[in-house]
């Protein structure tokens, strides 16, 4: 394995065998969880109605080796051993892989992307290597050059999305469900589901009622509950082969999946649907790669989870095998199985290793949330950080009780689980296909391989899913239309956030003033500068934004340092932070008129607000300080905003500008007999200093400039937000006009606004309202 590809920023960048060891454990209790609760359903979804059990163990013997080889082919071969490759700078996931593709061909749809973003660490980290070999040069400039591919690339990568959010409410109603019906056993066939379904919600209700509390506070007791019961069910699996069929061994062979087609025919190829829960799961190996490793995830599932699980579905075919006859145990399932002395510890297992796979895919939902919102394709939503030590642990409450209300709908509307387990198992393999779709690109585009490598990896593998998918798909009456229904929801509401987005921001860049407007002004601008620092939030990355002019026609007067803020999201996992910021001049020095440019990953943790404000204030000193043409990065700059220099945040620069407040004596490697200070006069307000390396070109201006900015850092703060309304404009046509009235305008309306995804104080922050025709 190539472990230095693997994440920059993660303290464990060349592993040791420990390292390895720890984080493979660790990963037990995060990654497999859902695919170890598999057992509980597999058979019992199987064998429901769709094929009729007889005398012989023919079915029996082929639906294991269905198991068998889909295991082994799927979450082995094609996710251990390839798709783990296809990391984006050790992230994993269908955005990761989208990402990937968005880099090596221009086929991003992010707005406000440039070409000095092609110059970050992890831009290029991967090996982007223009090569004129092959098929991918002709691949490439075919993506760039259509609209429409571009379109239908982000919509398949959407498309996966919205079905990982599915399976975030399906996977939780089918682990607990099944973990429970274990109490079938004790009461009649009449009574069981009386009771079954309620404590199946209040478990749900209690699992999603812990999320606020975040993984990493009951984290160390997942490992050792999915170790225990992957041991358990192994165990099982061992015990029941000896003593009830030692010859089960024989149904490995493919050769029983062909026996089992030809005989149950129709009926054999709509229990398929069934077969595929076997790998329920799968995909969080690719999807939780960057809390770990690729080694660590390998030798985790080929050496502990791979065999446990093949012992258990082995274990209960041979028992089936020898009690088929039994009507009963087809609709009982795993549970009848385990010798009687120990089910109800067993069933104790079940039920909190159900809850740990339940976990991971409503982190996991979360996540790619959170990554949709950064790059414009969702809502802004409330993004709760659970854990200051362990990356990427969020929670966010809108999508955490809007999941659980989902899932008691599932749990209580179906209330078995034959008709959750079409659901769950379309999500599923629709999922595993836009992966493997994505990952045929990645091969021709990211790894310069073969156009027929790639053609032969999405024949096999897709072949597979497909007929899995036909299998669900058929099934759409008897609850495949759940995930159909539920992720068409969420693709409209991303594609219509998505297309108003784009829309508002042509709409600023056709708006935008003209930097001549501000010359024109003067010297002095024309209007009274009040003491203080003012932040104008724009998305521009260019020129004036149109709320800048109308905040001068209603009020002239602005403070004596103004920045344009432009926080936006790269097609990468993360940034630097020494990379973090671009800062540049708009107009002459004396305007003192600056652009900041923060560049933030999909992955990356935006900071408090106390916090940016300190890093914004120090890299316009250290870009103040530091100023040299031949260091700056040029930008595609039609409006005259001369260079922008590439700054890191002050936490990462011990010989930077580094700034102090209230007079606190200045903490730091650095000592201050090598610092020198500038201080602004004594005043009543906060003092502020800016502790600068020796440096002897500082000249007169830019001490000035300095003195200045930490005057107006004494008065004071304030964000000058736009209060946006968009419209459609006249003449457009009638489906426009709903998207962009109704549903971008409801989206907007019901979304966290700018102020709240920043941490902005409310008594820091001014609104420009102005109507955006689009």
């Not at 509950?225 to 069910?233: A, E, G, P, R």
């Amino acid at each position: 394995m190539d472990l230095e590809r693997w994440n920059i920023d993660n303290p464990i960048k060349k592993e040791s065998w420990r390292t390895v060891f720890t984080l493979a454990y660790q990963s037990l209790g995060v990654v497999y969880g859902d695919l170890s609760t598999s057992p509980l359903y597999v058979y019992k979804s199987t064998f429901a109605e769709d094929i009729q059990h007889s005398e012989s163990n023919e079915e029996i013997y082929g639906v294991l080796s269905f198991v068998f080889w889909t295991l082994t082919l799927i979450p082995l071969l094609k996710y251990v051993f390839i798709v783990l490759r296809a990391d984006d700078n050790g992230e994993g996931g269908t955005f990761a892989l989208y990402s990937l593709l968005c880099r090596h061909a221009r086929v991003n749809t992010l707005p406000n992307c440039q070409l000095a973003d092609e110059e970050l660490s992890e831009y290029r980290k991967d090996g982007i290597a223009n090569t004129n070999k092959g098929f991918g040069p002709s691949l490439k400039s075919t993506l760039e050059k259509h609209r429409v591919l571009q379109r239908l690339l982000l919509v398949l990568a959407l498309i996966g999305t919205c079905m990982v959010i599915g399976d975030g409410v399906l996977t939780p109603a089918i682990s607990v469900f099944s973990a429970v019906s274990g109490l079938e056993l004790s009461m009649s066939k009449e009574h069981h589901q009386y009771v079954e379904v309620p404590v199946a919600c209040i478990i749900l209700v209690f699992l999603f009622s812990l999320q606020h509390y975040g993984t990493h506070r009951v984290g160390f007791l997942f490992a050792p509950v999915v170790i225990t019961w992957l041991l358990c069910i192994s165990a099982i699996g061992v015990y029941n082969i000896f003593h009830w069929n030692p010859h089960v061994y024989q149904a490995l062979s493919p050769y029983y999946m062909y026996k089992f087609l030809k005989k149950t025919q129709r009926g054999g190829w709509m229990s398929l649907g069934g077969i595929l829960l076997c790998i329920t799961g799968s995909e969080a190996m690719f999807a939780d790669l960057g809390h770990f490793s690729q080694l660590s995830i390998q030798i985790a599932f080929t050496f502990f989870v791979y065999p446990s699980l093949i012992l258990a579905y082995m274990g209960q075919a041979a028992y089936l095998s020898k009690h088929h006859t039994l009507e009963t145990d087809y609709r009982i399932g795993f549970y009848v199985s385990v010798p009687e002395k120990i089910r109800w510890p067993v069933l104790a297992i079940a039920i909190l290793a159900a809850v740990v796979g339940s976990q991971a895919i409503i982190t996991g939902s979360f996540s790619i949330i959170k990554q949709c919102s950064a790059l414009g394709c969702f809502p802004r939503v409330k993004i709760v950080h659970t854990s200051s030590k362990m990356h990427g642990q969020i929670y966010i409450p809108e999508i955490n009780w809007t999941l659980l209300l989902l899932c008691l709908a599932v749990t209580v509307g179906f209330r078995d689980t034959k008709h959750i387990s079409n659901a769950s198992g379309l999500a599923v393999i629709t999922v595993m296909l836009v992966t493997t779709c994505l990952m045929s690109l990645v091969i021709v585009l990211c790894w310069h391989k073969s156009i027929f490598l790639a053609i032969s990896f999405i024949f096999f593998f897709g072949s597979i899913e497909a007929l899995y998918f036909s299998a669900s798909l058929i099934k759409f009456l008897d609850g495949a239309w759940v995930p159909i229904a539920l992720s068409f929801i969420f693709l409209i509401i991303m594609y219509v956030w998505h297309y108003g987005t784009l829309k508002k921001y042509e709409f600023d860049v056709q708006n935008k003033v003209s930097i001549n407007w501000l010359l024109s002004l003067g010297p002095n601008l024309g209007i009274v500068r009040v003491p203080g620092i003012g932040i104008i939030q724009t998305e521009l990355v260019s020129g004036i934004p149109a709320i800048f002019s109308h905040f001068v026609t209603n009020l002239p007067a602005f403070h004596q340092v103004l920045v344009f803020l432009c926080i936006k999201s790269v097609p990468v996992p993360h940034v630097r932070p020494e990379e973090r910021f671009l800062i540049g001049r708009i107009g002459p020095k004396e305007y003192r008129l600056y652009r900041c440019i923060a560049r933030y990953g999909y992955r990356d943790i935006h900071k408090d607000d106390e916090e940016f404000e300190k890093d914004l204030v120090c890299s316009i000193a250290e870009f103040i300080r530091s100023e040299r043409p031949e260091f700056d990065v040029l930008i595609e700059d039609l409006e005259g905003d001369g260079r922008m220099t590439v700054v890191g945040s002050s936490a990462t620069k011990l010989e930077g500008a580094r700034m102090c407040e209230d007079n606190a004596g200045f903490s730091g490697e650095a000592s201050t007999s090598e610092l020198r200070e500038i201080s602004s006069p004594d005043l009543t307000r906060k003092r502020v200093r800016f502790l600068l390396p020796e440096s002897p070109t500082i000249d007169i201006s830019a001490r000035e400039e300095l003195q200045e900015l930490m005057e107006a850092r004494e008065a004071g703060m304030a964000f000058i937000l736009g209060h946006c309304y968009v419209r459609a404009k006249r003449g457009s046509s009638l489906v426009k006009r709903i998207v962009i009235n109704l549903g971008y305008d409801f989206l907007r309306r019901n979304s966290r606004g700018p102020r709240y995804a920043l941490s902005i104080p409310h008594a820091s922050t001014l609104e420009v309202g102005m109507i955006y025709h689009v």
